[in-house]
């Protein structure tokens, strides 16, 4: 099930990068004035009683105007990044970038909570809330979630292709988060107390992430082989990758300044310790992914691409996710360490 209509699935509008702002806190703000507005309507989309799905419908043409309002839709060239966006139905949206990506979150949770009421999961019970319990944890105010059924549709190649398309779109947006998060780490003169909690938040927000890598590959391993047809030209570029996500880059790039300007230098060892095993957590879930999906033997459309350009033996999906994990954990790594 879907809000899909003539024009395709509904389009998700997030900022760039580079706009987004320096901290969670003013999301957090902006995220409970909005729902202050529709805070009924939306616990009642967030359920499963037979009415929620009407109510879902009305609050995300409500969220897709807000998103309208908030920033303007960028036009850019369609190369790289642009190419794996709109795929992903992802446009980008200048101006209020706290209001744009409020915008996305709700209406990120009311996209995934309908694809979860028609299809079902595959996954293991979410007792944290961890996939559709950012929202609250994010306000300050944790509520319930509802807890889907098990996988079961009478069109499961579609119903895998919304699944791959809604989850990467849910990745997308915690990927956003996380590289505030990873901000508030880089706080000269922060007290003990205001390191452990900004170190909480970040591992929180990252196993949110690693469950929304594994919500986005939640259906039958037999199905991907219909969904990966689906990512080759001319529909988008030879090679098709996640690398091409931009915000993956900006999570990266943040990565890399935290080491760079002492941020990480700054932080006790028992800080360290576990900001690098929150991500660790995190690309192990791209790892499982990969696995889930035949990656211990063949390989991504990346390397497959670049073998056949090289006429070379292609590495595995799961040995060139490996790979990548550890280039970047080494940006988590304190300077001076072996």
Known sequence: ??????????????????????????????????????????SAAMGVEPEAAGVRAGLVARLVAESERAGT???????????HDAFFSVRRGTGDSVAVLAAAILLSDLLVQEDLAGSGSTLDADPDSLLLGVTGYLMGAPAPVA?????????????????????????FVMLQLLTLAL???????ATPEQEQ????????????????????ADFPPELYEEVRKTMAPPAVNAGFSGLQTRDHHELVASMRRLKRDGGLDRLTAASRTAVHAAV????????????????????????????Q??????????????????????HLTPSGSA
């Not at 807890?147 to 990745?171: C, D, I, M, Y």
């Not at 909690?197 to 986005?216: D, H, W």
Request: net charge neutral.
């Open 1 to 42: 099930m879907s809000f899909a209509g003539a024009d395709g699935p509904v389009v998700l509008v997030m900022p760039l990068p580079a706009e987004l702002p320096g901290t969670l806190l003013p999301l957090a703000e902006r995220l409970t004035e909005m729902t202050e507005s529709c805070r009924a309507d939306y």
């Open 73 to 83: 839709v960028t036009a850019e060239r369609p190369a790289g990044s642009c190419v």
């Open 147 to 171: 807890k889907p059924g098990s996988w079961q549709t009478a069109h499961p190649v579609e119903a895998a292709n919304q699944r791959w398309l809604v989850g990467h779109q849910r990745f």
């Open 183 to 189: 901000r508030a780490l880089d706080a000269e003169g």
């Open 197 to 216: 909690e900004a170190v909480r938040s970040f591992g929180r927000l990252c196993r949110s992430a690693a469950v929304s890598m594994r919500y986005a």
């Open 280 to 307: 660790q957590h995190l690309y192990e879930a791209h790892v499982w992914v990969c696995d889930r999906f035949g990656g211990a033997v063949e390989p991504s459309l990346l390397m497959a691409q670049a073998a």
């Open 309 to 330: 350009a090289g006429g070379e033996r292609a590495e595995s999906g799961v040995a060139a996710a490996q790979r990548l994990a550890r280039q970047r954990l080494g």
